[in-house]
């Protein structure tokens, strides 16, 4: 007969984490499929947004309030200004408050071992291939059985944990990201330079630590066809003078709109397997880790209505309706044109685009809207 725990957790990133230490005291376990934890996994520009958990730094270490955690050195460099162009017509837009970049192998490596000194277990090189659940009991099946009374999946945009449970999202597209770490590039210091061929296809390259990072990128509706990204990314590693790649990146994610409920019986979702576009910012993430840990404390408390007011907490700290309500733009991209694209870059056109709030784009939809006719 399987070890019973209290809770399995599954997925190892900034949700899954969270949750963990949040339950601290009971008996926890973490499943990651990758082989590591405290590491960069995808393409992502490893900077940090202000929506969902709240955060400041001292010096290069940030500290996150709502999580009660402290990490040094997290902080690689900060961006200044951000450059995009596309044709003829480029947005310049320059921080007020520069924007940190972070380590996300130093942040999850730090969350990674605070769960191993509370005495939660973690499982790496463990996919999950199945769940099953009674409502009292539910069993995951990855290198081997594992049950528990309840079930945190925190396993991403591809989760597999969501595909044995009866939780409707509605897709509108997919995201397919390439990137490359560097040691050098031609791009200007602490600016992220971006090249935009349309909005829907593009490439970022920005100073990281001590290195470089570049990534290409297409945002894809359900009728359209991939452009080679490969192609794409050795044009510019070429173009803008790459030399020494140290790591290599890819990623695809399905573009989903938030799920109709982050919950089914004794199981509860947290992180990009339920956002809006399927891509939570990591500040996000670890508030909905934080969120599903706290509702799991109720639910073994007795309260028995805690899932729900889970669903309700997570969408409204991050504004999931406002973001679910944008997804037509998505399919306005179809009508962007080098003429629209100019007129987009004006509505931007010298504002801070660093560390505001979804507010912030909010407030900027009526202008959006109005580029394109």
């Given at each position: 007969?399987?070890?019973?725990?209290?809770?399995?957790?599954?997925?190892g990133?900034?949700a899954?984490?969270?949750?963990?230490?949040?339950?601290?005291?009971?008996?926890?376990?973490?499943?990651?499929?990758?082989?590591?934890i405290?590491?960069?996994?995808r393409?992502?520009q490893?900077a940090i947004?202000?929506?969902?958990e709240?955060?400041?730094?001292?010096?290069?270490?940030i500290?996150?309030?709502?999580n009660k955690l402290?990490v040094?050195?997290?902080v690689?460099?900060?961006?200044?200004?951000?450059?995009l162009?596309?044709?003829e017509?480029?947005?310049?837009?320059?921080?007020?408050?520069p924007m940190?970049?972070?380590?996300e192998g130093?942040i999850?490596?730090?969350m990674e071992?605070l769960?191993?000194e509370?005495?939660?277990e973690?499982?790496?090189?463990a996919k999950v291939?199945?769940?099953?659940?009674?409502?009292?009991?539910?069993?995951v099946?990855a290198?081997?059985k594992y049950?528990?009374?309840?079930l945190?999946?925190a396993?991403?945009?591809?989760?597999?944990?969501m595909?044995?449970?009866?939780?409707k999202?509605?897709?509108?597209?997919?995201?397919?990201?390439?990137?490359?770490?560097?040691?050098?590039?031609?791009?200007?210091?602490n600016v992220?330079?971006?090249?935009?061929?349309g909005?829907?296809?593009?490439?970022?390259?920005?100073?990281y630590?001590?290195?470089y990072l570049?990534?290409?990128?297409?945002?894809?509706?359900m009728?359209e066809?991939?452009?080679d990204?490969?192609?794409?990314?050795?044009?510019?590693?070429?173009?803008?003078n790459?030399k020494?790649?140290?790591?290599k990146y890819?990623c695809s994610?399905?573009?989903h709109l938030s799920?109709?409920?982050?919950?089914?019986k004794?199981?509860?979702?947290a992180?990009?397997?339920?956002s809006?576009f399927s891509m939570?910012t990591?500040?996000?993430?670890?508030?909905?880790?934080?969120?599903?840990?706290?509702?799991?404390i109720?639910?073994?408390e007795g309260d028995?209505?805690?899932?729900?007011e889970?669903?309700?907490?997570?969408?409204?700290?991050l504004?999931?309706?406002s973001?679910?309500s944008m997804?037509?733009?998505f399919?306005?991209?179809r009508?962007?044109?080098?003429k629209r694209?100019?007129?987009l870059?004006?509505?931007?056109?010298?504002?801070?685009l660093g560390l505001?709030?979804?507010?912030?784009y909010?407030?900027?939809i009526?202008?959006i809207?109005?580029?394109?006719?």
């Amino acid at each position: 007969m399987s070890e019973l725990y209290d809770v399995i957790i599954v997925g190892g990133g900034y949700a899954g984490l969270c949750c963990g230490l949040k339950l601290k005291g009971r008996k926890v376990l973490i499943l990651e499929a990758r082989k590591e934890i405290a590491r960069k996994h995808r393409g992502c520009q490893c900077a940090i947004y202000p929506f969902g958990e709240s955060f400041s730094f001292e010096g290069d270490a940030i500290s996150f309030h709502n999580n009660k955690l402290s990490v040094p050195n997290a902080v690689v460099g900060r961006l200044l200004k951000v450059e995009l162009v596309s044709c003829e017509h480029k947005l310049i837009s320059t921080f007020k408050n520069p924007m940190p970049l972070i380590d996300e192998g130093k942040i999850k490596g730090t969350m990674e071992n605070l769960c191993k000194e509370a005495e939660v277990e973690v499982i790496t090189s463990a996919k999950v291939k199945s769940v099953e659940t009674d409502g009292q009991m539910v069993s995951v099946y990855a290198d081997k059985k594992y049950d528990a009374k309840y079930l945190v999946g925190a396993d991403g945009a591809n989760s597999q944990v969501m595909q044995y449970l009866p939780l409707k999202r509605r897709k509108i597209g997919s995201f397919v990201e390439l990137e490359v770490e560097a040691e050098r590039m031609d791009i200007p210091d602490n600016v992220m330079y971006g090249e935009m061929k349309g909005i829907k296809v593009g490439l970022y390259a920005q100073q990281y630590g001590r290195g470089y990072l570049l990534g290409v990128y297409q945002g894809l509706g359900m009728q359209e066809e991939r452009i080679d990204l490969k192609r794409y990314l050795e044009e510019s590693i070429k173009n803008l003078n790459v030399k020494g790649i140290t790591c290599k990146y890819g990623c695809s994610i399905p573009i989903h709109l938030s799920a109709s409920s982050s919950y089914h019986k004794n199981i509860i979702m947290a992180g990009d397997t339920v956002s809006s576009f399927s891509m939570a910012t990591i500040t996000g993430a670890m508030m909905m880790g934080l969120f599903a840990g706290e509702a799991v404390i109720k639910k073994m408390e007795g309260d028995s209505s805690s899932f729900k007011e889970y669903d309700k907490k997570w969408r409204k700290v991050l504004q999931q309706g406002s973001m679910d309500s944008m997804s037509y733009l998505f399919f306005l991209l179809r009508r962007l044109n080098e003429k629209r694209m100019g007129r987009l870059f004006g509505v931007f056109q010298g504002s801070d685009l660093g560390l505001v709030g979804k507010s912030y784009y909010l407030k900027k939809i009526p202008g959006i809207i109005k580029a394109f006719f």
